[in-house]
Structures are given as structure tokens and as C-alpha cells.
């Protein structure tokens, strides 16, 4: 059935899901009020709903956030940490400051140079949730975050505005223009550390 493909072609959360339903409900309500003929479908059409959204708060769970443990944090930091190419320095950094500062994806891509004060081991981030600039620590008691950016800016040579430039593509990726690299991005970064990440 059509109405069955648009409600589960994607997995998406409970709320998601009950508001594509409403919108629906809401679409044929208008088409039978305007066309008697459409009562019938209607009715038939709104008993398959109602059954569709109790079998999905049975079957499907909103998803749960948690934060990391410590050994689960361990790993993902350890995973680029001795690779030296580009790629794998950017990325140490991506998962460092996720990590040791809490950064949302949108504020990480975003993130200058500028914006990074070294000394006390501070990022000020100039639009974060609700367009609101914060000053955020680096919580990493080794330092190696930071030991990390700064091999970072080292290797883009001192002359990107960028810490997360766009980078060329291939298995000597390189540094690109300096525009900020995209969200999907930092997503890919996270989802190949969780996989490589000893378990």
C-alpha cells in the first residue's frame, strides 16, 4: 500500500513518524469535507492509521542518547592518534575536540583558528545553539588535544583561516581551498572511528 510506504520509508523517531501520520489524517479529512465521495475512503483510510501508529509506538523506540564511558572514549581517541597523514590528523582532532570539548558537529566544521586560544586551553564558539557565542574548554588532562591541533595547523602550513578546510579526494588527500569542510563530514569521520575502534 502507498500510505504504508510513505509512513515507513524511513526510520525515523516516534515523533517524526506520528507527525507524518497526522498530516495525513489531517489531508483527508480536507478532501471529505470537500467531496462527499471521499467519506468512504476516508473512514477506511483513517482505521489503518490509527492501527499503524499503535504497531509503531510498540515496535519502534525513540533513540536514546548516552554519553560515552571512559573505555568507550579511550578507544575512539586512540584510533588516529600515530596516523600522520592529513586525513588522519584532521581527524584525531575532529574526535578530540567532540571529545575533550564538547562541541556540537555545526560548531566543529565552523571552527577558525582564531577562534582557539592555546594558553588557557580554551575554544570560544562564536555561533552555537541558538545563534549564542560560549567559551568551551579543552578538558584533555595530557594535553594531547591540543599537541594534536597544533600538529594539525603545522601541517596545513600556517596559511588556512579553516581548522577543517576542505580537503582533495583520494588516498593522499590534501588540503583545499579554505572553505569549511561540510557536516557529512565530520558524520563520516565519527562513523569510520566507531568502526575501527577496538571493541
Same mark, same amino acid.
Do not use: C
Given at each position: 500500500?502507498?500510505?504504508?510506504?510513505? /509512513?515507513?520509508?524511513? #526510520? =525515523?523517531?516516534?515523533?517524526?513518524?506520528?507527525? @507524518?501520520?497526522?498530516? /495525513?489524517?489531517?489531508?483527508?479529512?480536507?478532501?471529505?469535507?470537500?467531496?462527499?465521495?471521499?467519506?468512504?475512503?476516508?473512514?477506511?483510510?483513517?482505521?489503518?492509521?490509527? =492501527?499503524?501508529?499503535?504497531?509503531?509506538?510498540?515496535?519502534?523506540?525513540?533513540?536514546?542518547? @548516552?554519553?560515552?564511558?571512559?573505555?568507550?572514549?579511550?578507544?575512539?581517541?586512540?584510533?588516529?592518534?600515530? #596516523? $600522520?597523514? *592529513?586525513?588522519?590528523? @584532521?581527524?584525531?582532532?575532529? /574526535?578530540?575536540?567532540?571529545?575533550?570539548?564538547?562541541?556540537?558537529?555545526?560548531?566543529?566544521?565552523?571552527? @577558525?583558528?582564531?577562534?582557539?586560544?592555546?594558553? *588557557?586551553?580554551? /575554544?570560544?564558539?562564536?555561533?552555537?545553539?541558538? *545563534?549564542?557565542?560560549?567559551?568551551?574548554?579543552?578538558? #584533555?588532562?595530557?594535553?594531547?588535544?591540543?599537541?594534536?591541533?597544533?600538529?594539525?595547523?603545522?601541517?596545513?602550513?600556517?596559511?588556512?583561516?579553516?581548522?577543517?578546510?576542505?580537503?582533495?579526494?583520494?588516498?593522499?588527500? $590534501?588540503?583545499?581551498?579554505?572553505?569549511? $569542510? =561540510?557536516?557529512?563530514?565530520?558524520?563520516?569521520?565519527?562513523?569510520?572511528?566507531?568502526?575501527?575502534?577496538?571493541?
Amino acid at each position: 500500500m502507498v500510505l504504508r510506504a510513505i /509512513i515507513h520509508e524511513a #526510520d =525515523v523517531a516516534k515523533t517524526a513518524r506520528q507527525n @507524518r501520520l497526522s498530516h /495525513i489524517r489531517k489531508l483527508l479529512e480536507l478532501l471529505a469535507i470537500g467531496h462527499g465521495h471521499y467519506r468512504q475512503h476516508y473512514n477506511a483510510v483513517k482505521s489503518f492509521l490509527r =492501527v499503524q501508529a499503535n504497531d509503531g509506538d510498540k515496535s519502534r523506540a525513540e533513540r536514546v542518547k @548516552r554519553a560515552l564511558n571512559p573505555h568507550e572514549a579511550t578507544a575512539l581517541l586512540g584510533v588516529w592518534r600515530n #596516523d $600522520t597523514s *592529513d586525513v588522519g590528523r @584532521r581527524n584525531d582532532v575532529m /574526535i578530540s575536540l567532540l571529545v575533550y570539548a564538547d562541541l556540537r558537529r555545526s560548531e566543529l566544521i565552523a571552527l @577558525r583558528w582564531s577562534d582557539i586560544n592555546f594558553e *588557557d586551553m580554551t /575554544i570560544t564558539v562564536r555561533r552555537g545553539k541558538g *545563534d549564542k557565542e560560549r567559551v568551551v574548554a579543552i578538558v #584533555d588532562p595530557s594535553e594531547g588535544t591540543v599537541q594534536a591541533l597544533q600538529s594539525l595547523r603545522h601541517a596545513q602550513g600556517g596559511s588556512y583561516t579553516h581548522v577543517f578546510p576542505s580537503m582533495t579526494r583520494g588516498r593522499t588527500a $590534501t588540503w583545499a581551498a579554505d572553505t569549511p $569542510t =561540510v557536516d557529512q563530514t565530520a558524520m563520516r569521520v565519527v562513523s569510520q572511528t566507531a568502526k575501527r575502534a577496538p571493541q
